[in-house]
C-alpha cells in the first residue's frame, strides 16, 4: 500500500483537476482504502504487520497518502485517525496536504472509539481482530484469497493479456499474530 499507491493517487489527483471530474470507478475503493492498512498496524502503532511483499518490520501508513485521502474524501474520521497513528509527524509535503484538508474538522476520539476491533475486506480476503487499539491488545490477521484478489482473478480471466499481479505473495494463508508488545507468529516472506 504504501509503495504504491501514492503514484496512483497523485495521477487521480491530476486527473481530476485537469478534467474537473472525479474517477468514478474507482471512488468507491479510494473512499475505503485508507482504512485498509491501518489494521496492519500493531498495537504500540510503532511498526505494522508484514504480509505479502513487505519488508519486516511492516510499516505504518505513509502520512501523505492518508493526508491526501482525508483531503480528497473530506473524511473527518480518517484525519483523527492519521493524526493518532503518526502522532505530531510532518513530510517535506506536510503544509500542502494540511491546505488539502482546509476545513475538515478532525472527529474526536480514540482509536477505539474511530477503528472496529474486527475488519474484514471482501476482494482481498483479509480478516483483522484486535482486542483493542491499546498498547498492550493482541492482534491477528489473515488472508485467503485468489493472487491480486477476486475483482483482479475476474478481469485476469475476461482478459488474460493482463498478465500477473505484480508485487502479490504467492502463498496464501497467511497470518500474524501479535501480543505482549512482540510478534509471536509472523509470516514467512518468500521462503
Avoid at 10 to 36: C, M, N, P, Q, S
Wanted: proline share 7%; hydrophobic share 40%; charged share 20%.
Amino acid at each position: 500500500w504504501n509503495f504504491s499507491v501514492a503514484a496512483l493517487f497523485r495521477w487521480i489527483d491530476l486527473y481530476e483537476h485537469t478534467t474537473g471530474r472525479t474517477v468514478e470507478f474507482a471512488d468507491e475503493w479510494i473512499r475505503k482504502t485508507g482504512y485498509f492498512p491501518i489494521h496492519y498496524v500493531y498495537p504500540g502503532l510503532a511498526s505494522a504487520a508484514a504480509i505479502e511483499d513487505s519488508w519486516r518490520p511492516g510499516t505504518i501508513p505513509k502520512l501523505s497518502n492518508l493526508l491526501w485521502l482525508a483531503g480528497r474524501n473530506r473524511d473527518s474520521r480518517l484525519l483523527r485517525v492519521t493524526e493518532l497513528i503518526r502522532p505530531g509527524q510532518k513530510d517535506t509535503r506536510w503544509w500542502v496536504l494540511q491546505a488539502l484538508s482546509k476545513g475538515i474538522t478532525p472527529d474526536e476520539g480514540t482509536l477505539d472509539d474511530l477503528v472496529p476491533t474486527l475488519a474484514y475486506y471482501p476482494d482481498v480476503e483479509t480478516y483483522f481482530a484486535r482486542t483493542s487499539w491499546g498498547p498492550q491488545a493482541t492482534m491477528f490477521s489473515f488472508e485467503c484469497r485468489p493472487l491480486g484478489g477476486h475483482s483482479l482473478a475476474r478481469l485476469i480471466e475476461a482478459y488474460p493479456w493482463i498478465g500477473g499481479v505484480g508485487h502479490n505473495h504467492p502463498a496464501q494463508n497467511s497470518f500474524v499474530l501479535f501480543g505482549g508488545g512482540k510478534e509471536l507468529v509472523v509470516d514467512p516472506g518468500y521462503t
